[in-house]
């Protein structure tokens, strides 16, 4: 069975940066629409980026600029690059794929059915 792994998370200081790794074997190989999402303490599950299969990418407001989302159809592996993180990017993230509605489900964040374990990052000020 396909399964989305995250990994990448950790501990930095406000201002650092950080790559999150997404291994989607089956999923980015086939077409699927992908996402990245985080909650943190206390919050609700929220996207933060997303790349449809025709190359359109969405950011959530509060990260563009900051954060980038990509792909290696060769390694099967989506990425979110983190720079000048702050504190309130403090979550765990989570890799997110979907085969159908992608301009939809990119654009709004919703509708995503298969989703990894998650990896935790912790920005301190």
């Known amino acids: 069975q396909d399964q989305l792994m995250e990994s990448g998370g950790g501990s930095v200081q406000s201002g650092g940066s950080l790559r999150l790794s997404c291994a989607a074997s089956g999923y980015i190989d086939s077409g699927y629409c992908m996402g990245w999402f985080r909650q943190g303490p206390g919050k609700e599950r929220e996207g933060v980026a997303a790349l449809d299969t025709d190359g359109s990418i969405y950011y959530a407001d509060s990260v563009k600029g900051r954060f980038t989302i990509s792909k290696d159809n060769s390694k099967s592996t989506l990425y979110l690059q983190m720079s000048d993180l702050k504190p309130e990017d403090t979550a765990m993230y989570y890799c997110?794929?979907?085969?159908?509605?992608?301009?939809?489900?990119?654009?709004?964040?919703?509708?995503?059915?298969?989703w990894g374990q998650g990896t935790q990052v912790t920005v301190s000020s």
């Open positions: 997110a794929a979907e085969s159908v509605g992608h301009a939809v489900v990119a654009r709004t964040f919703s509708g995503f059915a298969s």
